[in-house]
Nanobody
Framework: QVQLVESGGGLVQAGGSLRLSCAAS????????MAWFRQAPGKEREFVAA????????YYADSVKDRFTISRDNAKNTVYMQMNSLKPEDTALYYC????????????????WGQGTQVTVSS
């Protein structure tokens, strides 16, 4: 059982930046594909970004490409997401997720989920 704990959310003005972190309990963290999803009020949860086990391959939703960067530190069992040029439409609860499958470019099949961290972008 992998436990995921997100942090780093908050309130920021449009155009600002935030860095989310997700700490994993699993000793074999480096074998998991990791991702970030988000869910805005009244909307379905949507895929944001994913990273393969080594950090060498990443995959982004079109809506965040060139603004968000996902990365990981396997020595610290942590995945990050740097969010720049934030927009009010980025406001959502952001979730960290993990799966054993190596298919980092397939935004489904995630088994383990964190509780989420709130990101609010004011206009």
């Amino acid at each position: 059982q992998v436990q995921l704990v997100e942090s780093g959310g908050g309130l920021v003005q449009a155009g600002g930046s935030l860095r989310l972190s997700c700490a994993a309990s699993e000793r074999t963290f480096s074998s998991y594909t990791m991702a970030w999803f988000r869910q805005a009020p009244g909307k379905e949860r949507e895929f944001v970004a994913a990273i393969n086990w080594s950090g060498g391959s990443t995959y982004y939703a079109d809506s965040v490409k060139d603004r968000f960067t996902i990365s990981r530190d396997n020595a610290k069992n942590t995945v990050y997401m740097q969010m720049n040029s934030l927009k009010p439409e980025d406001t959502a609860l952001y979730y960290c997720a993990a799966k054993r499958s190596p298919n980092w470019n397939v935004p489904s099949g995630y088994v383990y989920w964190g509780q989420g961290t709130q990101v609010t972008v004011s206009s």
